[in-house]
């Protein structure tokens, strides 16, 4: 992959550029939270030195020029996951804070006793709690698309799931566990075959690849900012117009409302009915100016040279005979769970941590996929753009070092 630039790249992402116990600092674990380049810093920080002010409240100036950055940050947004109205993208907290808002307002909305929600045996617990939540509260219940020993979804089991009962599908994109892309756009088609509405979590997909909401047909489309270079503390929801207008606000307070009196308050329009109180407009600004980085490198770059990383892992860790690979999926991003034969992933991450290799280890929020496969956890390693295949090397000769020590 000569042709793509990660001298330069790496350049934009000055926290690369450490030491960690004295080796430099390998970060794979993107899964988790990505870095965030200096153009996305920079104009954060401008912001609270020069413009801060409150969005949609104030005539005054400054308060003008917010709005008009956090609207345009909303199209920013729009356009990125090609969403046909700016109103259908809101700004949340993040891929649960979305969940949550969908899971809450569509349970009012849909879901009444006897009713059922499928989600599968992949799921983060952000799309499986709120969903059990709003089951509880309505005496709805959940069905569960099983999973191949590869980590693939049984689309026939998931075929034979629905039913007249059948109120709402939500699952992951890709998964942060097993990697797997998972056939979103089958899983759409199927759902609407039978007049279902389908959510997805895109946390590990929407930084990955090219998104497009209207070609994958989905109704919810849900993402973090500090998963896609952005900050904390910010995410997107993106909703089809007639199930946002359908849907009762999620929270309430300033901001969502059209008219109050202590008898009755009427509700502002999306994207504004569900987002109440002051939001984190700071925030989205900033997660705009990163998608404006990542588009100006080019998403399908962006993903030809993570899947060259991708191969280039597995080749180097399927080398390793005392190591078990969870996710061997055909369709899979640059994301690897793995347990060492014999020694707990816990020790395995201290050790490869002194190396300067940082991953994740443990059940990943994800508890039922490890129940799936009979494991206490796992190590983790998770690849992005910014990352070499040096890294990957380093990765390998840590795992190595680990098992001359441990095995
Ligand atoms: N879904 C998936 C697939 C995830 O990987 C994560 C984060 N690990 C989440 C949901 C939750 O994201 P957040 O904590 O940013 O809300």
């Known amino acids: ?91 949340t907290s993040g891929t649960t804070g979305s969940i949550n808002l969908v899971a809450f307002s569509m349970g009012e909305a849909v879901l009444e006793p006897g009713d059922e929600v499928i989600l599968s045996t992949m799921e983060h617990h952000s799309n499986i709690v709120p969903w059990q939540m709003a089951c509880e509260r309505y005496g709805a219940s959940l069905k569960i698309i099983p999973i191949t020993d590869e980590g693939d979804l049984d689309m026939d089991a998931y075929r034979n799931l629905f039913n007249k009962n059948t109120r709402m599908v939500s699952v992951t994109h890709v998964s942060n566990v097993l990697g797997t892309i998972n056939p979103v756009k089958e899983i759409v088609r199927i759902a609407h075959s039978h007049g279902v509405p389908v959510l997805l979590d895109g946390a590990q997909a929407i930084q990955h690849e090219p998104v497009d909401v209207v070609d994958l047909d989905c109704d919810f489309y849900a993402f973090s900012g500090h998963k896609i270079y952005g900050p904390t503390g910010i995410g997107v929801l993106y909703g089809k117009q007639e199930w946002l207008d359908r849907m009762p606000p999620y929270q309430g307070g300033g901001d969502m409302i059209d008219r109050v009196t202590f008898e009755k308050t009427t509700y502002n329009i999306s994207p504004f009915k ?23 490198i080019g998403m399908d770059k962006i993903a030809g040279y993570e899947n060259y990383l991708r191969d280039y892992a597995t080749q180097k860790l399927s080398s390793i005979s005392q ?20 020694i707990h992933p816990y020790d395995t991450g201290m ?50 070092k680990v098992i001359e020590m441990l095995a």
């Open 1 to 91: 992959m000569n042709d793509f630039p990660i001298d330069l790249i790496r350049k934009d992402f000055p926290i690369l550029d450490q030491l960690i116990y004295g080796q430099p600092l390998a970060y794979l674990d993107n899964g988790a939270t990505t870095q965030k380049p200096v153009r996305m810093i920079d104009a954060v920080n401008k912001i609270h030195r020069e413009q801060n002010s409150s969005v949609h409240r104030s005539v005054n100036y400054m308060s003008e020029k917010m709005t008009e950055a956090y609207e345009q940050a909303r199209q920013t947004v729009q356009k990125f996951i090609g969403a046909p109205e700016s109103s259908q993208v809101i700004f």
């Open 274 to 296: 569900f987002e109440a109180g002051t939001t984190n407009f700071i925030g989205a600004i900033g997660l705009a100016e990163s998608i404006n980085y990542l588009t100006g």
């Open 323 to 342: 190591l078990r690979m969870y996710g061997t999926s055909v369709n899979k991003a640059a994301i690897f769970s793995f347990v060492l034969n014999g």
């Open 351 to 400: 050790i490869i941590d002194k190396y300067g290799v940082a991953v994740r280890t443990g059940t990943h929020c994800a508890m039922p996929l490890m129940q799936r496969f009979g494991i206490e956890g796992t190590l983790r390693a998770s690849l992005c753009f910014y990352n070499t295949t040096d890294e990957v090397d380093r990765l390998y000769d840590a795992l190595n």
